[in-house]
């Protein structure tokens, strides 16, 4: 079955800084992978997603993700963080006949003024 | 993109009572939808795989007789929590996949039993 890990509980950036979340999975084929992000008591809001073609994804409000087969990551990137930014952000990846998916802890993000 | 919404988003219950939590299709048909629960600050949890017309898949340790999952449309899934207990409090978020494998999250129900 596939899995998710996020590294990093708790991130702490400077707004205008650049962001880096990490993301590892294990999967025997190439599978479905997501980035979502989460305010409070709110739902998912997904950012980018990657199938297959160019490894490199980009996604809504700034965001891109690479597709790295060799290390199984899929790591969410953003060159300039803005205090909106500031939830929770989880790895998803998807796969098996159901594409059920399967979440990653998440990363929990702050951004300092 | 295609809405998936769910009701309620909040309710409050008694112990012992039983809750129904619905998740709609808007504007796509779902053959196939997926309960999560998530507990504060903690990563969604698959629950179960629910298939248009057919018995949900429930993953290892939910309790499919607590956990009632109906999928009778190809546009509504419902779960119902039955006898509901305050460790059942949390936050219950479904999606659903389209045509094209793409899925979409409702905005999440919070349960809180008493």
């Known amino acids: 079955a596939q899995s998710v890990t996020q590294p990093d509980i708790h991130i702490t950036v400077s707004e205008g800084a650049s962001l880096e979340l990490r993301c590892n999975y294990s999967?025997?084929?190439?599978?479905?992978l997501f980035w979502y992000v989460q305010s409070p008591g709110q739902g998912l809001q997904l950012l980018l997603k990657y199938f297959s073609g160019d490894t490199l994804v980009q996604g809504i409000k700034g965001f891109e993700a690479e597709f790295k087969r060799s290390q199984s990551s899929f790591n969410l990137r953003k060159p300039s963080v803005h205090w909106s930014d500031a939830a929770e952000y989880f790895c998803?990846?998807?796969?098996?006949?159901?594409?059920?998916?399967?979440f990653g802890a998440g990363t929990r993000l702050t951004v300092k003024p | 993109g295609a809405v998936v919404s769910q009701h309620p988003s909040r309710v409050i219950c008694k112990s012992g009572t039983s809750v129904k939590i619905e998740c709609r299709s808007l504007d796509f048909q779902a053959t196939t939808m997926f309960w999560y629960r998530q507990f504060p600050k903690q990563s969604l949890m698959l629950m179960a795989t629910s298939n248009e017309g057919s018995k949900a898949t429930y993953e290892q340790g939910v309790e499919k007789d607590k956990f009632l999952i109906n999928h009778a449309s190809l546009t509504l899934s419902t779960l119902t929590v039955t006898s509901a207990h305050p460790e059942d409090s949390s936050f219950y978020i479904c999606?659903?996949?389209?045509?094209?494998?793409?899925?979409?999250f409702g905005e999440g129900s919070r349960l809180t039993v008493l």
């Open positions: 999967y025997g084929a190439t599978p479905y």
């Open positions: 999606s659903a996949r389209d045509l094209e494998r793409e899925l979409f």
């Open positions: 998803a990846v998807g796969a098996g006949r159901n594409n059920d998916m399967r």
